[in-house]
């Protein structure tokens, strides 16, 4: 999700949920992302994604902006929407279950994504997960591209 302010463009990236990244801040940040189900497109996958992580719907207007790979060799195909986080929003990721500690025997629930906020491009470029930079760059010269006349 995209939203063109007066002091430049806004991006949405989250934040994985978990033990793992809880301290983990500059280079862990990411868009909402997941794996299709069977018979399902890329884009539907990527809208349902949105809504399970974030909790509310995308725009039904979206651009593709491609794909990258991960460093792990995870390909990550991603589309762009304009919009704006509701000023009540409320984060209502889905969970999952984990053993945490390690070998500990306990099963703890943790969402799936533990924030979701909207970045300037400047502060996104850090935040974002390395592999997935090329999304912010595609999606500022898709503005550029198609949305010549900035919104105040």
């Not at 491609?66 to 990550?76: N, R």
């Not at 969970?95 to 924030?115: H, Y």
Request: negative net charge; proline residues 8%; charged residues 25%.
């Amino acid at each position: 999700m995209f939203s063109r302010r007066a002091e430049g463009l806004a991006v949405l990236l989250v934040h994985p949920g978990g033990p793992f990244f809880r301290n983990k801040d500059l280079g862990f940040w990411t868009i909402p992302k997941g794996l299709p189900e069977r018979g399902e497109t890329l884009e539907a996958a990527a809208r349902r994604e949105f809504v399970e992580e974030v909790g509310i719907a995308p725009a039904e207007q979206c651009y593709s902006l491609g794909s990258v790979t991960q460093k792990a060799g995870k390909e990550v195909h991603a589309w762009a929407f304009e919009g704006e986080l509701p000023a009540d929003f409320v984060l209502c990721a889905q969970t999952f279950p984990l053993e945490w500690p390690p070998r500990s025997g306990r099963m703890q629930i943790f969402p799936e994504v533990d924030q979701a906020k909207m970045f300037l491009l400047e502060e996104a470029r850090q935040k974002i997960n390395a592999a997935q930079s090329a999304f912010l760059d595609r999606v500022e010269a898709l503005i550029l591209a198609e949305f010549k006349s900035p919104k105040p």
